[in-house]
Structure formats: C-alpha cells, structure tokens
C-alpha cells in the first residue's frame, strides 16, 4: 500500500479537531461508573459538570477544553506500507498547523527560552511524533493526542535502587498523586512506567497515562500493581478537583520494561479527566476514524 | 451556605461576606489573565489601561476567533471556547495583583496557597472555583470580548469579558483563612498511612 502524503495532511488536521470535541467512548463511560460510585455531594456535583460540559461541546460543536495541548501522533505502520518517512513526518506537521490557523485553534506551544509562540501548535520538534512497526497488513494508524498541560505539569521521574524494591514504587506514585491534589484536574488517569532508562521510563508513563480505560497491562506484575493502586488512590479523598470525594482517578494504568540491573526507575505522567484522543486508520479500504 | 450573585465591580467588604461553601453567580465584567501576562505585569513593570479595580480575574488564555469590529466584537475577537487553568502557577502574583491592581477575587482551578490566603485577608478577596476543563460550558456565560490589553502576549493577553450569569462557583478560599483545598489535603494527609499500610507500601 503506498500512503498519499497529501492524505495524511488532512487526516492529521481532522485527528487534532476531532479529539479536541469528541471524549472517547471509554472516558464517557468512565464517568458513568465514577458519578455512581462517588458518596461525596460535591465531588458529585462537579462530575455532573463535567458530563453536562461533553454534552453542551457536542451540541454546540465547541471544543471541550480551552487547552489544546501539546500535539502528540503516534503513527504506528504495518507490513507492506510504503511512504517517505521525511515526507510522513511534515505532513503531520503541516496537518497540525492547519488544524490550529483554519479553525481558529488556541496555539499552546512556545520556544523554551524566549517563549515565543508561532501561533501554529508547532516549534522546534513539536509536535511531537512517535513512528512504532506492527504486524497488520497494510494498515497504518495515526493516534493524535492534545496533551492537556494542567495534568502534563503533573510529571515525575525517580531512580530509585533496586534494594528500594516494589514497595517504593508504590509509595511514590501514592505520594505524588498527593502532593498534586487539584492541580491536575482530577479524576484523572494516573500513568506509571516502571523499568527502561530515564526517557523509556517517562515515555511508558505517558503510554500509560493515554491508554484507553478498562485496557490493562500487558505483563502480570504490571497489571497487579495497577489493579492495586486504582483502588488506593481512590481511597485518598482528593476528589473530583481535589475538593474531596471518592473520584481521585479514573484507573492508574502501569507500563514496564526491562531495566538495568542496578536500576529500579519510576515515572509518574498525569491525564486529566479531559482525555481526549482520536485515531485514524488507513488501508487500502480507505479511512475509517475512531476514538 | 448562601449563595450570592454578584454584580461586578465588588468592594473589599462584599468579598469579605463570602465564606467557603458558599456558591457565587458573577454578572457583568470578568478578566482573563494567566502566567505571561502576570510576569510581564509584575517582573517586568508593564502596566495595564484596563482598571481592574474591585474585579475578579480567571486564570485563563482563551480559544478566540479573529472577525470584523462590531458591537458583539468591540475588539475584533469573538470567543469560541473560553476555560480556566490550573491556578497554583500564579500564586506568588496574587498578592501584588490585589494591591497595586485592586483585584478582588480569583477564579481557578485546584485551589491556591498560603500566600493567596493571607492576601485575601489583608485585602479582602476569594478565590472562586470553577470546574476545569468544563470550558465549552464556560463558554455560554460569555457574551463578548469587550477589551484586551497586551495582545503582543495572545493568547495570554489581559481580556475584558462581558458575561451573564457566571457559575455557580464554589467559594474555595475565603478572606478569614479559610481554604476549602487546606481542609481536603489534611484529610488526605490523615489517610495517607492506612492507604500506604494496605498496599504494603509503608
């Protein structure tokens, strides 16, 4: 399958507006269970808020978010897909600013040192483009992610020693979502990579942070410290806002990888309740898009 | 718990009626402000035309659509989804905000701290919560951009919104010490063991 350049342009400017109108159908429902459970009347009255808010972005085809984030796609390419990889990537770009000047989009992204913005979502290496291999015949999939920066601002790395051992671990991602209270704008999903080197270790947390609800983590240990810290830190009485409830986070989600044997490395990434997402998938079929 | 809609401009001794709990409406005039626009006011001495005297301002940068001037755009801009950032960024600004600018109250998300709170005692001042990322509801409560001021920063201009029943908003921090997050985080701090303990991560 030869991609059309051109095509993917486009794509990448619908994916931008799409998932800054369009929640995904695991975040809706996520709510759902969250406005069930939740004993405290203001936690429930800020949930309701944020249900009606969905509901009034799609009525009124406005963006749920002020933020539109930092821009993230991650293109993952099947077998027998060919494309000029330099040709891929400033497509993707192109496709992000269009999305920011034609419809009007907030441009959050600014040069580090002189703070700069360009008005186009777009800087030095931003946004940013994540390119991963898989085994589906000629299928590529471009996920954009408007990383929120409220939640974003809620990043930590760790390299704790191997004598520290699991408990540590657990301690610090229960530590870190204290210390950042409302700040994140809970309930959110609370990504933690475990393992890799400093930047792997981030980047999992980030995979984890943005993964969809109800998926869990591939590896066995993974997925049972997940399971254990989701219910932990809804035990913490932070809230919807941290204004106290039961509603702290949708899930933790927990990624891993192999690591070092002198390192036990920990990375914290926050996703605010707003996570939003949006896919498209190209075949020799056409486009289909999809949260 | 009392509810009070406010009409915009306030004086020191109507935000000093607001205690936490209480749920406010604003109506009229709101300022949108956030980090640039509060470094260049207050560590690089630029000063504002626009009188923010007995106001609240929102920690805020808005999406906004560029149209011709009218009397719905004064400006020349046209709000398309208007929201609130996390206002912890801004705390140490919030002091010379109120008393060099007169700002009354601040409207934000997650709650600000122990600086803010006795800014809000010497002054008389609230903080005001609103829903994050709840924006495009936000939104309905504007009806205009009146004015802005230090555009060269946009998004993170100084605005003058025209809005109509603003909230409800959640009175967080009050000008008696009070501080809805305060009460929240010693809770959380009391349970931090037990959680720990059952995770055996202590």
Same mark, same amino acid.
């Given at each position: 399958m030869q991609i059309d350049i051109k095509e993917v342009e486009e794509v990448c400017k619908t994916l931008y507006v799409q998932a800054l109108k369009m929640l995904p159908a695991d975040i809706k429902a996520g709510f759902k269970q969250l406005v069930r459970d939740e004993t405290s009347a203001t936690g429930r009255t800020i949930l309701d808020t944020m249900v009606e808010n969905i509901a009034v972005a799609e009525r009124t085809n406005n963006i749920l978010c002020q933020d539109t984030g930092i821009p993230i796609y991650n293109v993952t390419v099947g077998r027998d897909v060919q494309f000029e990889g330099a040709d891929l990537k400033a497509a993707i770009r192109r496709g992000c600013e269009r999305a920011t000047t034609e419809c009007s989009l907030r441009s959050s992204v600014v040069h580090p040192i002189t703070r700069k913005n360009n008005q186009t979502s777009s800087g030095i290496r931003v946004p940013i483009i994540h390119v991963d291999f898989d085994e589906r015949p000629e299928t590529m999939s471009i996920e954009m992610i408007p990383k929120?920066?409220?939640?974003?601002?809620?990043?930590?790395? +760790?390299?704790?020693?191997?004598?520290?051992?699991?408990?540590?671990?657990?301690?610090?991602?229960?530590?870190r979502v204290i210390d950042l209270g409302g700040r994140v704008c809970p309930p959110t999903i609370v990504g933690v990579g475990l393992g890799g080197t400093s930047d792997l270790c981030m980047h999992l947390a980030k995979i984890a942070a943005t993964r969809p609800l109800g998926s869990t983590c591939s590896d066995e240990e993974g997925a049972k410290i997940e399971a254990e810290l989701s219910q932990a830190v809804n035990e913490l009485g932070i809230g919807p806002q941290g204004l106290g409830g039961r509603s702290t986070s949708f899930a933790v989600h927990v990624e891993v990888a192999a690591t070092h044997?002198? +390192?036990?490395?920990?990375?914290?990434?926050? +996703?605010?309740?707003?996570?939003?997402?949006?896919?498209?998938?190209?075949?020799?079929?056409?486009?289909?898009?999809s949260a | 718990m009392a509810h009070h809609t406010l009409e915009m401009p306030i004086t020191p001794e109507k935000a000093r009626e607001l205690r936490i709990g209480d749920t406010v409406t604003l109506e009229r005039t709101l300022y949108g402000i956030r980090d640039?626009?509060?470094?260049?006011?207050?560590?690089?001495?630029?000063?504002?035309?626009?009188?923010?005297?007995?106001?609240?301002?929102?920690?805020?940068?808005?999406?906004?659509?560029?149209?011709?001037? $009218?009397?719905?755009?004064?400006?020349?801009?046209?709000?398309?989804?208007?929201g609130t950032t996390t206002s912890m960024r801004m705390e140490r600004f919030t002091h010379d905000l109120m008393q060099r600018e007169g700002v009354r109250l601040i409207i934000g998300k997650g709650g600000m701290g122990p600086d803010?709170?006795? *800014?809000?005692?010497?002054?008389?001042?609230?903080?005001?919560?609103?829903?994050?990322?709840?924006? *495009?509801?936000?939104?309905?409560w504007i009806d205009c951009i009146e004015d802005i001021d230090m555009d060269d920063l946009h998004p993170e201009s100084l605005w003058r919104f025209a809005i109509h029943g603003f909230g409800p908003?959640?009175?967080?921090?009050? $000008?008696?010490?009070?501080s809805l997050y305060s009460d929240i985080q010693q809770g959380v701090a009391s349970r931090r063991e037990a959680v720990l303990k059952s995770i055996g991560a202590m």
């Open positions: 929120g920066s409220g939640s974003e601002n809620g990043s930590f790395l +760790q390299m704790l020693l191997p004598s520290d051992g699991i408990k540590a671990v657990k301690r610090f991602v229960i530590e044997i002198t +390192q036990n490395p920990v990375a914290v990434n926050i +996703q605010c309740h707003s996570a939003r997402r949006a896919r498209a998938t190209i075949t020799p079929g056409g486009i289909t898009f | 640039a626009t509060l470094i260049h006011m207050f560590d690089r001495g630029r000063r504002t035309r626009l009188d923010l005297k007995g106001h609240a301002v929102i920690h805020t940068a808005p999406n906004v659509h560029r149209v011709p001037i $009218s009397n719905e755009a004064p400006v020349g801009y046209k709000p398309f989804c208007i803010t709170l006795a *800014a809000f005692k010497e002054f008389g001042g609230a903080y005001l919560a609103i829903v994050g990322g709840a924006a *495009a509801l936000e939104t309905t908003l959640l009175v967080g921090m009050d $000008s008696h010490g009070g």
